[in-house]
């Protein structure tokens, strides 16, 4: 069973700092793609990157230039590096896996969400 868990959440400031991981565990698991979302209230949720394991990136146009992510193999964690926090970036965020080597962008496995809360 693939589990998929967020952590690093919280309250800052705005023009602060987060980082946020996600543990991927399952037996034999293996993925080319792996994301972030987030949802706001009151908003559809919004993907805001994309790594594969080989190492490309995408970012939304909302974080890009402020977000970053990243993959350590050896730990199975997906991070999200989140500098220079707006107001607007106040949302329940969510790491996702496709179940193949195929990018679908449309995830399969979904964690359970970290909230991320940016005062001003």
């Known amino acids: 069973q693939v589990q998929l868990v967020e952590s690093g959440g919280g309250s800052v400031q705005s023009g602060g700092s987060l980082r946020l991981s996600c543990e991927v565990s399952?037996?034999?698991?293996?993925?080319?793609?792996m994301y972030w979302f987030r949802q706001a209230p009151g908003k559809e949720r919004e993907r805001i990157a994309m790594?594969?394991?080989?190492?490309?990136?995408e970012y939304s146009y909302s974080v890009r230039g402020r977000f970053a992510v990243s993959l350590e193999s050896n730990k199975n964690t997906l991070y999200l590096q989140m500098n220079s926090l707006k107001s607007e970036d106040t949302a329940m965020y969510y790491c996702a896996a496709d179940a193949s080597d195929y990018c679908s962008g449309s995830p399969t496995y979904w964690g359970q969400g970290t909230q991320v809360t940016v005062s001003s």
């Open positions: 790594r594969t394991k080989y190492g490309q990136a």
């Open positions: 399952g037996s034999g698991f293996s993925t080319n793609c």
